[in-house]
């Protein structure tokens, strides 16, 4: 008897070590993967701190603002001074980012456009964390930290997260929206009531930004009825099913109604608010062009593809590579009888929790084709999703080529390569990342920039107006006895824009025939609108952002301003 076990004994030793050994090599390849996090949310927290006052102000930022301010007087006035509902159009929009902002302004001793910069960050640093977070909820810390760092390189992301600041914050909020969906997408008929809170403070804050926000609770009503479908056989277990999950997600309804109201009280002000805002998201239009591949669209007849073309060309090539992997595998794991398809989804609602708030927005803008412009900046919130997706394609490609390891060495030294491309780029860009373009865009960034929308937000007049007062004091160094000013200048953009860095020598005209000088963004060939003598210009991988003109020798017809060329 002992002679025949032996043996046995022998191989079911060599298997518990083997199974140790690749135990303890998981457990340290996660805990690599989990510092290496760490190192990277570290780093972003350093280059924040350092860089957030090197970007400039974003056209849109002092309406936001001013509507911050307004907020925030309605609840310091016991909510009689009413102001911030009459004005202009932002009534239509909730304003958390802004009412912090505004608080913060009152408190910190910091120029409050650096303040509404470094909060946008904060959000941005905080949508990153939570695509890391659903990513190793669904797939490891190796895709996590992969997800992570892809977001990390994505210029509409990393870089729009100083200045998008309703963009970025709200796509934080969605972020953290998904993470709590896919945390309760297997427990939907007994959710804690902990996470049915977290996940009402994520959806209450979100749409406390802008009714995009509803989004989410889409994501989570569509992610109950698939869950029906695959747990509850019958229409009597499902209805019990509904029920469970009324219940249980009830306390975050009541959370993300309550934060609703208190960041957006207009939304409560009457009983057709939100649907008036609602209309005004999906048909939000006005006289206004985009740019598609070079040619000039009302942003009202923008083609169905538009979102997809941008996406297609703003992400990063390394990003497309783990979007088109991810998608192979899917497609290859796929059952191919329909009746093992249910079992195939059992355990997979997480997933499907990710795959519906990436292909929802996807197809609401194919069939409803809503007013579009300034690229993704409007579903901004679509990338982190996109990210998760990313990073697990590329950490799946990996081990789905494990056993050939040549082939796993060249799409590892491939996707390193086109990494490291992107981050060079990005470092030539600072602090304009948020208008780089993949090598799909062009055939090279000047190209890009000139086919495509660019420098929306104007943030390079801040180098330009430093180019103007460079150039003044040289020359007032040279003829002192010169005019002194004050000179006149025209911004092709909104004109606080110039104002908040010009000094005292200087005046923003909004009468352009008279003005001393010009400032403008190339974006849509805005520079183009008046002549003058160009005396700088910002410029990134050759392609100009903004140019400054002086027009002070310019006589008759040539001072006045003109269409800007289409083409």
């Given at each position: 008897m002992g002679i025949t076990t032996a043996p046995h004994r022998c191989i079911i030793g060599r298997l518990i070590i083997r199974m140790?050994?690749?135990?303890?090599?998981?457990?340290?390849?996660?805990?690599?993967?989990?510092?290496?996090?760490?190192?990277?949310?570290?780093?972003?927290?350093?280059?924040i701190l350092l860089t957030f006052k090197q970007y400039g102000i974003s056209n849109d930022e002092q309406v936001q603002h001013v509507y911050g301010q307004l907020l925030l007087k309605f609840y310091s006035s016991g909510f009689t001074d009413q102001t911030a509902f009459t004005y202009k159009n932002l009534y239509l929009y909730g304003g958390f980012f802004d009412l912090v902002a505004a608080s913060l302004e009152k408190i910190l001793p910091i120029w409050v456009w650096d303040i509404r910069h470094l909060l946008s960050a904060i959000f941005g640093f905080a949508g990153i964390l939570a695509i890391y977070k659903v990513t190793e909820k669904l797939a490891g810390e190796r895709a996590a930290l992969l997800a992570a760092i892809l977001l990390t390189l994505t210029g509409a992301w990393s870089g729009a997260m100083f200045t998008h600041t309703k963009d970025v914050s709200f796509g934080a909020c969605m972020a953290w929206a998904l993470y709590y969906t896919t945390l309760l997408s297997n427990k939907l008929d007994r959710i804690p009531l902990n996470l049915s809170i977290k996940l009402g403070i994520a959806v209450g804050f979100a749409i406390g930004l802008r009714i995009g926000g509803a989004f989410a609770v889409i994501y989570l009503l569509l992610i109950v009825f698939v869950a029906s479908l695959i747990q509850a056989p019958n229409l009597k277990e499902k209805?019990?099913?509904?029920?469970?999950?009324?219940?249980?997600?009830?306390p975050a309804g009541l959370v993300a109604f309550a934060l609703m109201g208190l960041c957006w009280p207009w939304a409560l002000m009457g009983a057709d608010h939100i649907l008036i805002a609602a209309k005004s998201f999906s048909h939000f239009a006005f006289n206004m062009n985009t740019i598609v591949d070079g040619t000039f669209v009302s942003i009202g007849e923008v083609p169905r593809t538009y979102l997809l073309d941008y996406l297609a060309i703003r992400l990063p090539e390394v990003f497309l590579i783990g979007i088109l992997s991810m998608v192979i595998i899917v497609l290859i794991s796929l059952p191919r009888n329909f009746k093992t398809l249910k079992p195939f989804f059992q355990n997979r609602l997480p997933q499907i929790s990710l795959a519906i708030a990436i292909l929802f927005p996807l197809f609401f803008v194919l069939y409803d084709r809503p007013a579009l412009y300034n690229g993704v900046r409007h579903f901004t919130f679509i990338i982190p999703p996109l990210a998760v997706l990313a990073g697990i394609g590329l950490s799946q490609a990996w081990d789905k080529l494990s056993q050939h390891p040549k082939w796993q060495l060249s799409f590892a030294i491939a996707a390193t390569a086109l990494a490291l491309n992107t981050a060079y780029i990005l470092f030539e860009l600072k602090p304009y990342e948020y208008v780089y373009y993949n090598h799909f865009a062009g055939k090279n960034l000047k190209q890009a920039e000139h086919h495509w929308?660019?420098?929306?937000?104007?943030?390079?007049?801040?180098?330009?107006?430093?180019?103007?007062?460079?150039?003044?004091?040289?020359?007032?160094?040279n003829w002192p006895s010169e005019h002194q000013g004050p000179y006149y200048v025209a911004v092709c953009a909104e004109a606080f824009q110039g104002r908040a860095y010009l000094d005292k020598r200087f005046n923003i005209t909004e009468n352009w025939v008279r003005a001393d000088f010009f400032i403008s963004s190339t974006h849509m060939n805005c520079d183009k609108v008046l002549n003058g003598n160009i005396i700088g210009t910002v410029e990134r991988l050759g392609a100009p952002l903004a140019v400054v003109k002086d027009r002070r020798d310019l006589i008759g017809e040539d001072r006045r301003p003109h269409a800007a060329p289409q083409d």
């Open positions: 140790r050994h690749q135990m303890t090599s998981k457990l340290s390849n996660s805990s690599l993967y989990q510092k290496l996090s760490y190192a990277l949310f570290g780093a972003l927290g350093i280059f209805m019990c099913f509904y029920g469970k999950a009324f219940i249980g997600l009830l929308e660019a420098d929306y937000w104007s943030s390079s007049l801040i180098d330009a107006s430093k180019m103007l007062e460079n150039y003044l004091d040289a020359e007032q160094k």
